[in-house]
């Protein structure tokens, strides 16, 4: 499973898979666009 939380009380955004660290973005939107295309909905 996907989630998206904030990464260790900074302004990042990280990205996890069964709690396996993936992504650490700057944005919110960008934490987003990885989960979409991870999950193959991407435009």
């Known amino acids: 499973m996907l989630t998206i939380e904030k990464y260790k009380g900074a302004r990042f ?3 996890f ?4 660290l993936l ?3 700057v ?4 934490a987003q ?3 979409r295309a ?4 991407c435009k």
Do not use: F, M, Q, S
Request: net charge positive; aromatic share 10%.
């Open 13 to 15: 955004w990280a990205v």
């Open 17 to 20: 898979r069964d709690g396996e």
């Open 23 to 25: 992504a650490v973005t």
């Open 27 to 30: 944005y919110k939107r960008g």
């Open 33 to 35: 666009a990885i989960v």
């Open 38 to 41: 991870l999950e193959g909905k």
